[in-house]
Each structure stands twice: as C-alpha cells, then as structure tokens.
C-alpha cells in the first residue's frame, strides 16, 4: 500500500468518478445498450465522488491492481481510505495492457461486498446443538486439523479432497496444490476449471500442446475475422467485446453462432442461430466446406500439422442435409461462414462456454482447433484460438499453479516419474502417481465413500455444481467439511469450521488472465476484521499438521513457483510489477515472455499440431414429449456467479434483482404465459420457480435460466452424472425441461416448492 501524493490528483479522481458516472448513464459502449443508466443510482455515484472529493488524497491509499472479477484481467488503481474502496481508475494505458482505459461496471462500481455486514470476519466452529458460533482461530485451525486429520489416519489421505479457488492469486493455489499432496496425501484436488474450461484445455493440450489461449488481446484488432460462439462477450467479457466491436466497426468480419441472439450479433456480419448442443456437427461442416473446395492452407497443414487425412474423412458424414436437421443452421450459411474464414488473412476463433459444458465439450474444441489449424491461422499475427477464461484467476490459480488432480504447476504431469520425483523431493514427501478424482467426479465418489472430508476454497459448491440437489446430499453427509470463504455462503452453511479469507484488495500477489498475462494484485485495504490472506491460513495449518512452511511474503512462494515450473522459469513478482505484466511461456530471466504461441513450433513431441478426427455427438439428454424444451444457462452482465460480491452491490441489484426465465412469444402462447408470471421449470432433477421473460431472444425449442440466483438455483434443474469422457465438464449448456404457468402466485412460491428435487 502506498499514500496519494498528488495534490491535483485530488482533483482528478473526483472528476474521473463524474465522468464515470456520464459514462455510464450515457456512454453504454461496453455494457449492454439501454440498460446501464439503470445500473447505478446517481445518489451512490454521487457519494463516491463526494467522499473523495472530502478527503486529502495523502490520506489515502492507492494501488495499481488487476480485477477480481473476470480473467479479461482489467489493471486499475484502487482508492481507498482504509475503510472502504473508493473509486477505481485506469491507470496510465501502457500500464493497462488489456482494457487501456476502459473498465466495466463491475471492475468500476463492485465493491460493497468488502465492506458487506455480513462479511467473515472471525472463524466460525459448530457448537453442541448445531449450530454456528464464533471462535478463535486457534481454535478453529485446530479443528480443522483434527478433523482432516482423522480422516487421514483412518482412511488414508486419499479420502480427503481439496476444492481450489480460481479468485485466489497464483501463489496462494500453488500452496493449495502443496497442501493438498504434502499434508494431507491426496491427489484430489481441483478447482472451477472442471465447469468451465477443462474441456478446452483437454482438446487445444492434445491438438497443439497447451492448453491456452494462442494469441494476446491485441490479435483481436489484428484479425480480419472473427468467430464467436458460446461467449456473449459484451455480458461476461465486456472489455474484450469492447476491443472486438472497434475492429468490425473497422471493416472486420464477425460471424456469431449462438443459440440466443445475444447483443454481439446486433454487430456480427453473420449471425446464425443454432440448436444447443451440436457444436462439433457445424463446425466440422464448415471445415469439410473448406476441405471439399480446396480453400484450405495447404502449406501449412502439409508443413505443420499431422492427421489431416483422417480429419478431412471424418467431416465427410456432416452433409448439408444432417447440419440443417440437427442444428438448424441453413446450407447457405455454413457456405458463406466457411468462405469468410478461408478469405481472410488472419481469423482469430473466440469461443466461451456454449462450445464447452457439454458432455462433448472436449470433441468440440477439438473440431474447432482443427478448423483454425486447416485454415493456416495460428502462430501469426491477428491469428489463433482464443478461449475467453472465467473467473479473474483460473487460467493461473485453476490451472498453471497445479491444483489439478493430474497436473503439477505448469502442467507437469504427476504420473511422469521423473517429474514426480522432483516435486516429491522439493515438497519432501511420497507422491502418488494415480490422478485423483475431478471436482464432479469428488461428489459422484462421496456417494461411495471414497471421499469423507473436503475442504473447500473460494468456491460456492452448493449452487455451481451440475445437479445441486445431489451436492447438497453429498456435503450434509461429508464426515468433515471445511469452507474458507469471505462469507457464509450457500456452502459454508454444510461447514463443520468456516474459516474468514479476505479478497483481492486486502493481500498481495498475482493473478493471469486469459491472454496468459501474469500481473500484479496489491493490498491497498487491511484484512477486514479477523480475516486472513489465503495463503497465510494454509501456511498456519500446514504447520499445524506437522510441516514447517516459513513464508513471508507471496513473492517468497513465486520463487519457489519460478524454481518448479519451466513456463514460470522467468517470472517473479519483481519482474512482473516492473514490467506491468508477462506473458507464459516465460522460460528464464532472459526470455521476454511470449506473445503468440505457435509462431515456430506446436508443444507437441514432434512439432506439429495434431489434428483430431471428431465424429457426431450429441447431448446426453434430449427433449422428449415429457420433457419438450432445451434448457441452456448463462450470464448477465451485471451479476457474477452464484451472487456472493454482486448481490452485496446496491446499484447492480437495483437493476438484475432477481432471476428469469427466456421463453420464446410462441411457447408463451401455447402455454398461456406472459411476461412477469412465474413459471414453473421442471427437469429429472428438479424444479424452479422464476418469472418469464417472453423474447424471441431464444428460438421456439430453448429456454435459458440465469445461474446468479439462490432462491431458484437453476442447478436444481442440471445433470451431476453427464459428464464430458475427457475432462469432466458436466452439460450446464443442455438439459431437457418441461415448463408450465405456477398456479400459486408469488407470495406462495414456499422456499419447499423452489428448494426440493423434482418429480423423478
Ligand atoms: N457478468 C459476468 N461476467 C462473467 C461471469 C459472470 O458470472 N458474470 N463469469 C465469468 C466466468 S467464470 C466465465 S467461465 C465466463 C463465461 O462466459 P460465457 O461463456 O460467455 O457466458 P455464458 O452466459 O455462460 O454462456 C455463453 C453463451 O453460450 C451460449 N450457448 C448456450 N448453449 C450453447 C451451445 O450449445 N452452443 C453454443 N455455441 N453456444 C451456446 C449462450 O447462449 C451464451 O450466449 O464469464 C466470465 N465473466
Ligand atoms: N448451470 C450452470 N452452472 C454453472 C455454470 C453455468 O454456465 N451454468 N458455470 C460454471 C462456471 S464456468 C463457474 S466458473 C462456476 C462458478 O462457481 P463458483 O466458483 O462456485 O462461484 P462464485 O460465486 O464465483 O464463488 C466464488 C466464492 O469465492 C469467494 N471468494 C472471493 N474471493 C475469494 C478469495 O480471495 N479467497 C477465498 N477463500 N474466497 C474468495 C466468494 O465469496 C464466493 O463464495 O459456476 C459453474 N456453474
Ligand atoms: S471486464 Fe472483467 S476484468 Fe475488466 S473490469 Fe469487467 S469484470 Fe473486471
Ligand atoms: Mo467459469
């Protein structure tokens, strides 16, 4: 933390924070058109500038930080007084690598949460009769440690899992990976990439060798082409769709392929509206087009890639007639979708979730990394694939730093004995080679036993896990459950011990954003109350259950990151703070970082990028005369996840209070819905109760649910046993549903009617 020193600087926070405020009512250049003057009440903006402008900035602290929210990996200055967060600015553009000067509203505005009554701020032990009372953290850890402990001896480590927190820094889940394998002797461990991201990781880590983004944010101003599908970038990426909406308006084709007509499409050259859950089949179409017609690079798949025989058979089965059928996509726009891509020089491919949460997530990757390999357009610049990554750490926390049940730090592979026996002699302890389970995977072992005790970080299990009905079951039945969050959430509500973490703006360390982008995260508020920085908690316990970890600083724990993990081999938190940011691979002190991966080589044994035949998939559940529509779920802009910081922010409420469903004006007619009724949403798991939202947003077969929502948690709805063969991302895309008026009315939607399983 460092004091203001900049008399005038007074001046321009204050102003800056008026000029947000125009901007928001009025400048909606990256949140969704209409809305955002709706978003925050004037009073609340109002008070931010007033209460800087109050004060004497050397009385403040500021620090250049990186945004906890999303894995854009927005850098800002936050304000503060000490009490509370104040105003957040850009900082200088070059120290701004993605966003420049833009923010959106959550980055800007989302900060009640810290300050919020009901933040942790002791550690919370069961008492006799049930129920929570606070405790020391003497008290508490030594719980804890009992608890896993027993667990431990009786059952062996293997029977203990360990949830990792993707909005945690680099370091603290390099502790959280140690922890999990040192202390307790478990390979169980993993974090929210499984719901994610995971399949993308699988399909890109076996088609090219990494499994990340190829390219930097610029690429996106540097294509002629862009394809997007499953992201509705201007809600859950609005910086990105920000820098790709200035590329099109600068004569760049944008094709979008969405089940929903998102905002993006209003700027897409091509939008086409597709049936969830046959990604693979229109993608291969698009290649087998290009194939067929020789538009393909043939340099560079002859030079650069393997299987393009087996690939260029495998699409021959996607004829016209079968990707019309099944995903309803006309010939004509597969044809023209196809020639765009081939004609331009440089395409970049961006895809989110629609593309991944299914249980062929990691096939459909797959296909698309064969598509952007075909078409010559990685390794160069305004060229390369592109997933945008979720929370504001899992490309690092959730993935480089090895809270994986397969991987060490920087994808090393923990069933390689060579490997193994470096880490096993660095953390001087016995490794297992067996992977453990993944995070759906921990719950579907509960059933058997074969996990006892969890502890959980960061993470809202609770409601983000497919199939919650059953995570609740498996989290009341868990011998011992540990939950170190800011709040009591839905999940800490099963705790045996909840243990008080702080947030990004109380500690010190780093997160990586999409891009690969290692940057800074500073403390610029104390630790509220009695909380503690992740990483100081796990260094506690660790020590109580027998180690002796001494770290004082998390610049300490990247050095030991640095010495284990060849990505990581030239990034320390010094190097990062001077340079604003660098990018992996980073292989020494000397190496610059790296921009575009595949420039000279793939990450594979020989070189190349090995293309992968990916035949039909489909959904593991489809619509039936019982169950008639397609469920899908998502995002809107101003909520984050299962609502734990955005539903503490008085303005964002104001504008998203509450949970809907999408239903198209046809199947309102036809069951007698309009838009503000409650409807009732069953599936085989479950059912809920929210308020219709009539649109032709969604096509006449689908219905989409939010995922912010407690009171009407659409997990209830979702499948815990689908999983993708590879990774084990569940189908949060697809669920078959039936939807029917609620009779009842809302005073009588009891918590029992939204809370209970269904009808199965
Ligand atoms: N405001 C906000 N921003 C966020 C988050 C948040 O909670 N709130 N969360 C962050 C996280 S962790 C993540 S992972 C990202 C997620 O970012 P996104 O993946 O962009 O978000 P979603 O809304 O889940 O879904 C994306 C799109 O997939 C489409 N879709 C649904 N089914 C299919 C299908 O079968 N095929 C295709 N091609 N598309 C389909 C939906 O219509 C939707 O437009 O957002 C990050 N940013
Ligand atoms: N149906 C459906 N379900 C989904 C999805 C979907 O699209 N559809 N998306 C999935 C995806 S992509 C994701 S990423 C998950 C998200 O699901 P979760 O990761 O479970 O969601 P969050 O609400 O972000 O939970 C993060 C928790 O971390 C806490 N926290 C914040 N900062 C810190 C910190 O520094 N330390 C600690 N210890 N705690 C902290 C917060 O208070 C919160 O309780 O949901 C998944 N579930
Ligand atoms: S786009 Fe993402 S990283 Fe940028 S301010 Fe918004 S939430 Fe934060
Ligand atoms: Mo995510």
């Not at 300050?115 to 069961?126: E, F, G, I, M, Q």
């Not at 703006?505 to 995260?521: A, I």
């Not at 044994?605 to 992968?612: E, I, S, V, Y």
């Not at 912010?708 to 046993?721: M, W, Y």
């Given at each position: 933390m460092k004091g203001g020193n900049d008399g005038d600087d007074l001046d321009g926070v204050a102003g800056y924070m008026q000029q947000a405020k125009q901007e928001a009512l009025q400048n909606v250049e990256h949140v969704a058109e209409g809305v955002a003057a709706e978003t925050l009440s004037e009073g609340n903006l109002f008070e931010i500038a007033q209460s800087i402008g109050d004060k004497r900035l050397k009385d403040l602290n500021v620090a250049d930080t990186t945004c906890g929210y999303c894995a854009v990996g927005c850098r800002f200055d936050l304000y503060s007084d000490g009490e509370?967060?104040?105003?957040?600015?850009?900082?200088?553009?070059?120290?701004?690598?993605?966003?420049?000067?833009?923010?959106?509203?959550?980055?800007?505005?989302?900060?009640?949460?810290?300050?919020?009554?009901?933040?942790?701020?002791?550690?919370?032990?069961?008492?006799?009769?049930?129920?929570f009372r606070e405790a020391t953290w003497d008290e508490?850890?030594?719980?804890?440690?009992?608890?896993?402990?027993?667990?431990?001896?009786?059952?062996?480590?293997?029977?203990?899992?360990?949830?990792?927190?993707?909005?945690?820094?680099?370091?603290?889940?390099?502790?959280?990976?140690?922890?999990?394998r040192q202390v307790l002797g478990t390979n169980s461990i993993d974090n929210c990439n499984r719901l994610c991201h995971s399949s993308t990781v699988a399909g890109l880590a076996k088609t090219y060798g990494y499994g990340a983004a190829s390219i930097s944010t610029d690429d996106f101003e540097l294509a002629d082409c862009i394809l997007l599908t499953g992201s509705n970038t201007t809600e859950a990426h609005p910086v990105l769709a920000t820098r790709i909406k200035q590329n099109v308006r600068d004569g760049a084709d944008l094709l979008v392929f969405d089940p929903r007509e998102i905002q993006i499409a209003e700027y897409a050259t091509q939008y086409s509206q597709i049936n969830p859950g046959y990604d693979a089949v229109w993608i291969n179409a698009i290649t087998r087009?290009?194939?067929?017609?020789?538009?393909?690079?043939?340099?560079?798949?002859?030079?650069?890639?393997?299987?393009?025989?087996?690939?260029?058979?495998?699409?021959?089965?996607?004829?016209?007639?079968?990707?019309?059928?099944?995903?309803?996509?006309?010939?004509?726009?597969?044809?023209?979708?196809?020639?765009?891509?081939?004609?331009?020089?440089?395409?970049?491919?961006?895809?989110?979730?629609?593309?991944?949460?299914?249980?062929?997530?990691?096939?459909?990757?797959?296909?698309?990394?064969?598509?952007?390999?075909?078409?010559?357009?990685?390794?160069?610049?305004?060229?390369?694939?592109?997933?945008f990554r979720g929370q504001n750490n899992v490309q690092g926390g959730g993935g480089d730093m090895?809270?994986?049940?397969?991987?060490?730090?920087?994808?090393?592979?923990?069933?390689?004995?060579?490997?193994?026996?470096?880490?096993?002699?660095?953390?001087?302890?016995?490794?297992?080679?067996?992977?453990?389970?993944?995070?759906?995977?921990?719950?579907?072992?509960?059933?058997?036993?074969?996990?006892?005790?969890?502890?959980?970080?960061?993470?809202?299990?609770?409601?983000?896990?497919?199939?919650?009905?059953?995570?609740?079951?498996v989290l009341?039945?868990?011998?011992?459950?540990?939950?170190?969050?800011?709040?009591?959430?839905?999940?800490?509500?099963?705790?045996?011990?909840?243990?008080?973490?702080?947030?990004?703006?109380?500690?010190?360390?780093?997160?990586?954003?999409?891009?690969?982008?290692?940057?800074?995260?500073?403390?610029v508020m104390e630790p509220k109350g009695g909380s503690r920085p992740d990483w100081k908690i796990l260094q506690d316990l660790a020590n109580r259950m027998g180690r002796e970890w001494d770290y004082s600083s998390t610049a300490e724990i990247m050095r030991e990151v640095k010495?284990?993990?060849?990505?990581?081999?030239?990034?320390?938190?010094?190097?990062?703070?001077?340079?604003?940011?660098?990018?992996?691979?980073?292989?020494?002190?000397?190496?610059?970082?790296?921009?575009?991966?595949?420039?000279?080589?793939?990450?594979?044994?020989?070189?190349?990028?090995?293309?992968?035949?990916?035949?039909?998939?489909?959904?593991?559940?489809?619509?039936?005369?019982?169950?008639?529509?397609?469920?899908?779920?998502g995002r809107v802009l101003y909520q984050y996840h299962t609502g734990t910081m955005t539903h503490r922010e008085e303005g964002i409420m104001q504008y998203t209070p509450s949970d809907f469903i999408e239903i198209h004006p046809e199947t309102a007619v036809n069951h007698g819905i309009e838009s503000g009724d409650l409807v009732r949403v069953t599936s085989r798991r479950g059912e809920v109760v929210v308020p219709a939202q009539v649109t032709d947003r969604v096509g006449p077969?689908?219905?989409?649910?939010?995922?912010?929502?407690?009171?009407?948690?659409?997990?209830?709805?979702?499948?815990?046993?689908?999983l993708d063969p590879t990774a084990a991302t569940p189908e949060f895309k697809v669920s078959a549903v039936r939807v029917t008026p609620y009779e009842g009315g809302a005073e009588s939607v009891s918590t029992a009617d939204v809370a209970t399983g269904g009808d199965d």
């Open positions: 509370e967060i104040l105003a957040a600015r850009p900082t200088e553009e070059e120290d701004a690598p993605v966003n420049g000067i833009s923010t959106c509203v959550k980055g800007k505005f989302g900060y009640d949460f810290i300050n919020s009554d009901d933040r942790l701020t002791a550690p919370l032990v069961r008492d006799e009769t049930g129920e508490a850890l030594t719980r804890v440690a009992e608890g896993l402990g027993q667990i431990k001896e009786q059952h062996g480590g293997e029977a203990l899992s360990v949830i990792a927190s993707s909005k945690a820094t680099n370091e603290e889940n390099y502790l959280m990976g140690k922890f999990a087009h290009i194939l067929n017609n020789d538009l393909h690079d043939e340099e560079f798949v002859e030079e650069r890639t393997t299987g393009f025989e087996e690939i260029k058979e495998s699409v021959q089965e996607f004829t016209p007639d079968v990707v019309e059928d099944v995903t309803g996509i006309p010939h004509a726009e597969i044809v023209s979708a196809a020639e765009t891509i081939a004609e331009a020089d440089r395409c970049v491919f961006g895809w989110t979730l629609g593309l991944t949460e299914h249980s062929h997530g990691t096939e459909n990757v797959m296909a698309m990394a064969n598509l952007a390999a075909v078409t010559g357009n990685l390794g160069k610049p305004g060229a390369g694939v592109s997933p090895g809270p994986l049940p397969d991987n060490f730090p920087g994808y090393q592979d923990i069933a390689d004995d060579e490997i193994r026996a470096k880490f096993e002699d660095a953390w001087d302890c016995e490794i297992s080679p067996e992977y453990g389970y993944y995070t759906t995977q921990m719950f579907l072992a509960a059933d058997e036993d074969d996990i006892r005790g969890m502890y959980i970080i960061g993470e809202n299990s609770a409601l983000s896990e497919p199939g919650v009905n059953h995570a609740e079951a009341e039945d868990l011998e011992f459950l540990v939950v170190q969050d800011l709040f009591v959430n839905e999940t800490a509500q099963y705790a045996d011990v909840v243990l008080p973490a702080c947030s990004f703006v109380e500690k010190t360390g780093t997160f990586t954003n999409t891009d690969r982008t290692v940057q800074m995260v500073k403390q010495s284990l993990t060849p990505i990581y081999g030239g990034i320390s938190q010094e190097r990062v703070d001077r340079e604003g940011g660098v990018q992996w691979p980073c292989w020494d002190d000397d190496h610059p970082g790296t921009v575009r991966l595949y420039e000279d080589e793939f990450n594979t044994d020989d070189g190349k990028a090995h293309l992968q035949a990916v035949g039909y998939s489909e959904p593991a559940e489809l619509p039936d005369e019982e169950y008639p529509f397609t469920l899908t779920t077969k689908n219905v989409f649910i939010p995922i912010h929502f407690a009171e009407s948690a659409v997990n209830r709805l979702t499948d815990e046993e689908h």
